[in-house]
């Protein structure tokens, strides 16, 4: 694994490269300030001529600067001369000095003068006081002259009316502009009605997450930290890791805690803990429950409980409900099965799915069957699938099949590969073939050596019958049946292991036939061992043919002791 620097383009925790050194930068803004002091010199000397442009530019600049004192005698000069750009810069200077409503009057004054900046600041000022008719006029007017802060206020105040189409107007009237928190909120419409129409109308949708995407990609040019780290959840999800580490990088030094913990997960994935926690601690330390709960994460795998607990504390402190069912498992792990069974009702009662499956599971385990179905059925109500297995599992436990199997399909339906197994064993004692196949055939694809093995009977029972061959002869092509059956044999299932050798009997191929017995033979099977018996017998091995009937007569097999009893005396006669 290489240095993630190389993933990042960057310095393990340095800047990007290409950013100036703090010496360029020093030098920059000492040039700025002497360019500036140079203006105010020429702006000065225009002024004492009269220049009425000159006592605007020089109010403006010394407002900036927070001389109100020198501004406020230019601003008042250039207003009273007729500068509406004057009039807008004094309302400013009177609102930030706390006279607000006579700022409202210049900046009204500036407004039907034309300035798009005052119409936008009155807006604001009507807002304020609540007069939202008021503020929708003025901060149309500056928005229609093409005032980006006033499209933005616009559209803000729309959203706020519930006027979505109006709002989503000049929010990318605002955006198109270069407002990148414009951008974002676009970027964050777009993307929810995405969400909206997925698994409807999906052309729509995945426009809309494309242009979304390309709103959030504006946004994090911009330096919106919120925006680099949807456009780095975007990039993760789709594959592209080295692009969505360079924005996550962004966001989290610009100090999103999301970021941070996304960046540690990243990390973490491509093999760099030691990184990933450095990253987990900054986030955790400002307050991102889910990068304290990875912090305790990982000092659990090292051992390290005592200071695991410390972060899964922290999670719980930051809101974090997962950091109480994380201390439950610690304590589950540990023995401490009061301290567990107390972080896990913290969880639970606070909604947390798994706390509530756990805490039965602990509470079934302590024999309280009452207490844990309130919370099995919690569990599952919320969507947990382990939740609606294990309450399945417990009314079959007391013969309430129809529960049982109500349970079990919710659980099948979500992919749970033990549900969709029991739910096919029910279909089958109903005598529905078709719909057991099916969940058979899901619950083997998931990895169920018992379903393989019952899939693979279902199919067997409808094959016609293969042609009779010797031992020794040709082996034929292997049916679906048989390699499901090889399938629940490779998994170790005894019955398939056993089946599969007599297929391969049938087919004539001594050799595998005599692996998958012996096979089931060693791992108990007393039909593996009978079976074993006739083939060494046949291959004329009878002393050994008599040594694994024996084990099969041992263990209950009837045909084996008569078998094992005459060889016996064939042999010692």
Not at 36 to 41: F, H, I, L
Not at 66 to 89: I, K, M, Q, V, Y
Not at 223 to 230: E, M, N, Q, S, Y
Not at 276 to 292: E, S
Request: charged share 30%; net charge negative.
């Amino acid at each position: 694994m290489g240095d993630m620097a190389s993933l990042f383009g960057t310095g393990r925790f340095g800047q990007p490269s290409g950013q100036p050194s703090d010496q360029e930068e020093a030098a920059d803004e000492a040039q700025e300030a002497a360019d500036e002091a140079a203006e105010e010199v020429r702006l000065r000397l225009a002024v004492d001529g009269g220049d009425v442009e000159a006592m605007s530019v020089l109010g403006a600049l010394l407002l900036r600067r927070g001389d109100f004192d020198g501004a406020e005698s230019h601003l008042r000069a250039a207003t009273a001369a007729g500068d509406r750009a004057a009039a807008n810069n004094l309302g400013v200077l009177l609102h930030q000095r706390g006279y607000a409503d006579e700022a409202a009057g210049w900046w009204r004054i500036a407004a039907v003068a034309g300035s798009a900046a005052a119409a936008h600041a009155l807006g604001r000022h009507f807002r304020e006081r609540g007069d939202e008719p008021a503020a929708e006029y003025w901060l149309c007017q500056s928005a229609e002259q093409g005032h980006v802060l006033g499209a933005y206020a616009l559209a803000d105040l729309l959203e706020h009316r519930g006027d979505d189409t109006g709002s989503e107007r000049w929010m990318r009237a605002a955006a198109e502009r270069g407002h990148r928190e414009a951008a974002y909120r676009l970027a964050r419409t777009l993307d929810r009605r995405a969400g909206r129409r997925d698994g409807g109308d999906g052309e729509a949708a995945a426009l809309a997450a494309d242009e979304a995407e390309q709103w959030y990609r504006q946004a994090a040019a911009r330096g919106h930290r919120r925006g680099a780290l949807h456009l780095g959840t975007i990039l993760e999800k789709r594959g592209e890791l080295k692009e969505a580490g360079r924005w996550y990088l962004t966001s989290a030094k610009d100090g999103e805690a999301r970021a941070a913990c996304a960046l540690g997960f990243l990390l973490r994935d491509a093999g760099d803990t030691e990184s990933a926690a450095v990253w987990w601690l900054r986030a955790a330390q400002d307050g991102d429950g889910n990068a304290a709960n990875a912090l305790g994460a990982l000092h659990a795998e090292r051992g390290e409980t005592q200071t695991a607990e410390r972060w899964y504390r922290a999670a719980m402190d930051a809101g974090d409900d997962n950091g109480a069912y994380n201390l439950g498992l610690l304590c589950a792990e540990q023995g401490r099965t009061t301290q567990a069974e107390q972080w896990y009702r913290r969880a639970a009662y606070a909604g947390h799915r798994e706390a509530s499956n756990a805490l039965a599971i602990l509470l079934l385990r302590a024999g309280d069957e009452a207490g844990a179905e309130p919370w099995f059925s919690k569990a599952a109500e919320a969507g947990s699938v382990d939740a609606a297995f294990n309450l399945g599992i417990l009314h079959a436990g007391r013969s309430e099949e129809r529960a049982a199997l109500r349970w079990y399909e919710r659980a099948a339906a979500a992919g749970h590969t033990e549900a969709a197994l029991q739910v096919g064993m029910a279909r089958l004692r109903g005598g529905d073939e078709r719909e057991a196949e099916r969940f058979l055939r899901c619950a083997a694809g998931g990895g169920s050596a018992e379903a393989a093995y019952r899939l693979a009977t279902v199919l067997d029972a409808r094959r016609p019958p293969a042609p009779a061959h010797e031992l020794g002869e040709p082996a034929q092509e292997k049916s679906e049946c048989e390699e499901w059956y090889e399938r629940a044999a490779s998994q170790g299932h005894r019955r398939a292991q056993v089946r599969v050798g007599m297929l391969a009997a049938a087919r004539g191929d001594v050799v595998e036939a005599a692996r998958w017995y012996r096979e089931a033979a060693e791992a108990g099977s007393r039909n593996g061992a009978f079976n074993l018996g006739l083939l060494l017998a046949r291959e004329g091995s009878e002393p050994e043919a008599v040594v694994w009937w024996r084990r099969a007569a041992d263990a209950g097999h009837g045909r084996a002791a008569r078998l094992r009893d005459a060889l016996r005396q064939e042999l010692s006669a």
